[in-house]
Nanobody, 114 residues
């Protein structure tokens, strides 16, 4: 069983920055990727950024150039969010995909508002 714990959400003004972290634990082995998704009220959950075991990254067009996904270790992933906009407001979820199976964190709220 895989457990993901997110931290770092909060309230920030437009143009500000936040850093989200996700710590994974449990039975994690082999090749896997980690990612951040977000879900705004009334909208579907959407992919924000991914990072593979080898360090390759990919970003949604809406955040490319403003957000950076990185790993502190094999089981800790961060999301540095700069130049935040009100439309970035959402619950952000950490995801781990291993062997075609997805595990999810509980989510952390990010609110961008003046």
């Amino acid at each position: 069983q895989v457990r993901l714990v997110e931290s770092g959400g909060g309230l920030v003004q437009p143009g500000g920055s936040l850093r989200l972290s996700c710590a994974a634990s449990g039975r994690i082995f082999g090749i896997y990727s980690m990612a951040w998704y977000r879900q705004a009220p009334g909208k579907q959950r959407e992919l924000v950024a991914t990072i593979t075991s080898s360090g390759n990254t990919n970003y949604a067009d809406s955040v490319r150039g403003r957000f950076t996904i990185s790993r502190d270790s094999a089981k800790t992933v961060n999301l540095q969010m700069n130049s935040l906009k009100p439309e970035d407001t959402a619950v952000y979820y950490c995801n781990l995909r291993m062997g075609g199976l997805d595990s999810w964190g509980q989510g952390t709220q990010v609110t961008v508002s003046s």
